[in-house]
């Protein structure tokens, strides 16, 4: 698939780009039931968002959604036992997700540590695959979510892909992380191909020590070297960010 176009958004703080992608997803999900019945997004972790989702349950507009009408995957998931607080899916939980009446068939955690696959994290991201082509309408590999959040770590990683990593050549939907540079060491990540078969990718970045790969990857590097330059939405690609992680790139490049 072709990637769309892409957008620049700065806002001041990392506070008050919580703030934004929290409206602009409860606008976006709104409009999708508007159009369709339904919606999908897939969820990412990280400081900036897991405090977005927090802003959600904040906001009086989430009454405006149908939540038994969204379909939630995660992107990533550190690869540790069910209940974890380090797992992206529980701190969603805890952010957001426990206050909402959500169908519980249209949830979808990845697997865990002595869960169904037992240690084997690569069967658990061979289930999760099979979980998003029984899921995907026909022709589709995957379903085309209508938004996809990822954030972006100093170095570059995006969901679980990490720089000059197996990840990065990978072309399965799903793929099981070993030895990830960054604790802890296994994970299961969405590839590229399913990232890119959004409909819109939010790469939501805050904080300086991040403006350097931002340059990078808005530039054009290499999704080997910067993981988070390898995905772009089909219809849209946004990237949203803060000050300080806009503050390398070319000020001609931003749109507030």
């Known amino acids: 698939m072709s990637a769309g176009d892409r957008t620049i958004v ?97 949830v979808h955690p990845m697997g865990w540590l002595g869960g169904t696959d037992g240690n084997d994290v690569d069967a658990a991201a061979a289930r999760y695959a099979d979980e998003l082509r029984s899921a995907a309408p026909q022709g589709y590999a995957v379903p085309p979510f209508d938004v996809l959040l990822l954030g972006m770590g100093p170095e570059g990683h995006t969901a679980s892909i990490f720089p000059e990593s197996p990840a990065a050549h990978d072309e399965r939907l799903v793929a099981g992380v070993h030895g990830c540079p960054k604790p802890p060491p296994t994970r299961i990540t969405l590839g590229f191909a399913s990232l890119c078969s959004a409909r819109e990718v939010w790469m939501v970045v805050a904080g300086p020590d991040k403006a350097p790969m931002v340059a990078m990857a808005l530039a054009g590097a290499g999704r080997v070297q910067v993981p988070a330059a390898g995905v772009a939405g089909t219809a849209q690609t946004l990237w949203l960010l803060d000050e300080a992680a806009a503050s390398a790139i070319p000020r001609d490049l931003r749109r507030r």
């Open 10 to 106: 700065v806002v001041r703080d990392a506070e008050l780009l919580a703030e934004a992608v929290a409206a602009r997803l409860l606008t976006r999900l709104i409009d999708c039931q508007a159009v369709r019945g339904s919606a999908s997004v897939v969820l990412t972790g990280g400081g900036v968002g897991i405090a977005a989702l927090t802003a959600v349950g904040r906001s009086p507009a989430r009454a405006a959604v149908d939540w038994r009408r969204v379909d939630i995957w995660w992107g990533d998931e550190r690869f540790v036992p069910d209940g974890d607080p380090e797992r992206n899916d529980v701190q969603a939980r805890r952010a957001l997700l426990d206050v909402l009446d959500l169908d519980p068939a249209r």
